[in-house]
Antibody
Framework: QITLKESGPTLVKPTQTLTLTCTVS??????????VGWIRQSPGKALEWLAC???????RYSPSLKNRLTITKDTSKNQVVLIMTNMEPADTATFYC??????????????????WGQGTLVTVSS | AVQLTQSPSSLSASVGESVTITCRAS??????LAWYQQKPGRPPKLLIY???TLEPGVPSRFSGSGSGTDFTLTINSLQSADFATYYC?????????FGQGTRLDFK
């Protein structure tokens, strides 16, 4: 059974850097085909995809946020880390990490997200 | 980036009725579309992927269809548990995008 759990600060100040951790259980992040993504949702708004990282350490970013995002994984802890710089109030959102359906070929392609963490609300305010 | 437009943005229905939600892509995405259900304070739940493949454990009253640019999610014989917000998501290429959501509530 695969589970994901987000952790990190609930409050950050404008201009600060946000670091969120997704702890994954039930599957190794180095298993072929495994991918984990981050998605955020501002209060009352739609879902917004941010980034994905794959078993082979391949990474994909939202073009609109690429300059502010870094996604990495710590295989020893089976965790995926998202770093978002220069936070501003408009970045207030619930951040979710999610397991991507297993890759269906040798190349990295996006997939649907079949399992999600509970989400963590991050408020940006001074 | 592929833009997804859902319609309607909201709709009201009663238990037992059937409803259809539409998702239109700004360019062809083959069948690379998923549907999610989200309830307040909860993460999204995958219902359908590849436009029409039901995720294991999802009731058969949910169905999806379409390919290219036009897709539909149909819920037959609505149950009280189905009143939620529904999102489509494409995964044809990066960046992944979601529709703006359709809120389904009680009439």
């Amino acid at each position: 059974q695969i589970t994901l759990k987000e952790s990190g600060p609930t409050l950050v100040k404008p201009t600060q850097t946000l670091t969120l951790t997704c702890t994954v259980s039930g599957v190794s992040l180095t298993t072929s085909g495994v991918g984990v993504g981050w998605i955020r949702q501002s209060p009352g708004k739609a879902l917004e995809w941010l980034a994905c990282i794959y078993w082979n350490d391949d990474k994909r970013y939202s073009p609109s946020l690429k300059n502010r995002l870094t996604i990495t994984k710590d295989t020893s802890k089976n965790q995926v880390v998202l770093i978002m710089t220069n936070m501003e109030p408009a970045d207030t959102a619930t951040f979710y990490c999610a397991h991507s359906l297993d890759a269906r070929g040798p190349y990295i392609t996006p997939e649907a997200f079949d399992l999600w963490g509970q989400g963590t609300l991050v408020t940006v305010s001074s | 980036a592929v833009q997804l437009t859902q319609s309607p943005s909201s709709l009201s229905a009663s238990v037992g009725e059937s409803v259809t939600i539409t998702c239109r892509a700004s360019q062809g995405i083959s069948s690379a579309l998923a549907w999610y259900q989200q309830k307040p304070g909860r993460p999204p739940k995958l219902l359908i992927y590849d436009a029409s493949t039901l995720e294991p454990g999802v009731p058969s009253r949910f169905s999806g269809s379409g390919s290219g640019t036009d897709f539909t999610l149909t819920i037959n014989s609505l149950q009280s548990a189905d009143f939620a917000t529904y999102y489509c998501q494409h995964f044809s290429t990066y960046p992944i995008t979601f529709g703006q959501g359709t809120r389904l509530d009680f009439k």
